[in-house]
């Protein structure tokens, strides 16, 4: 099903020093061109899509608890991908209950902002030299936004997803240099909602 090199590994659990990662990267609209031509301004687009920020921070890092017997891992990732929306803006009369009509502020255009974190670990027990366990959990919460050029920013819905869940437990078990022995077991949860946008708080505008 797939073209190229394919490879088959089993990922090491476990080691006696203490080591550790950590990637970052962060881009604004600084860092984008522009595509807004005279041709789509005639046309009636007041601004194009563009980024208002975007960033991914991964920190990771782990050890032995007791020397050749436990071992943990934990990582973690805050990511975001938050963009302009072409011609939205948002709305000068949000609020006031004696207006009825949109009036766009030029100079607060909406942004679409989606959110995601994970937080994770695993631990690692040699119980004997031929019984290996290990248990691993990531829960990876995440706010998507529900935004289009047609809806007003505080009137769109945003989707929230507190628990994204998963579990696993493995054993292992080298009977032979031959033979490997494994059985795995896992669970997921997920739970989620939809909010609607309140003006001044979940409304996310600049």
């Known amino acids: ?28 609209n600084t860092f984008q061109g522009n595509n807004y031509t005279q041709a789509l301004k005639d046309a009636g687009l007041t601004t194009p899509n563009s980024l208002y920020k975007v960033y991914d921070f991964n920190p990771a890092g782990g050890g032995p608890i007791m020397k050749d017997r436990l071992w943990l ?26 207006k009825w009509t949109y009036a766009p502020d030029f100079n607060n255009q909406g942004i679409s902002a989606a959110t995601q974190r994970s937080y994770n670990g695993r631990l690692t027990w040699q119980a004997t030299p031929r019984n290996k366990f290990s248990v691993f959990y990531d829960n990876q919460p995440r706010r998507l936004p529900s935004i ?4 007003s920013p505080e009137a769109s819905s945003i989707f ?13 078990s080298p009977v032979t240099s031959r033979l490997l022995l494994e059985a795995r077991a896992g669970f997921r ?13 979940e409304c996310r505008s600049r």
């Open 73 to 98: 891992f934990l990582a973690s990732r805050w990511q975001a991908n938050e963009t302009y929306v072409a011609g939205l803006y948002a709305n000068l009369n949000a609020g006031d209950p004696t």
């Open 148 to 151: 289009s050029s047609t809806i």
């Open 1 to 28: 099903a797939f073209g190229g090199v394919e490879i088959n590994y089993i990922p090491q659990t476990g080691g006696n020093t203490y080591k550790g990662s950590v990637f970052g990267t962060y881009v604004n």
């Open 189 to 201: 949860h997920e739970h989620d909602r939809s909010e609607e946008r309140r003006v001044g708080k």
């Open 160 to 172: 929230i997803y507190p628990e994204n869940q998963l579990v696993s437990v493995s054993w292992t």
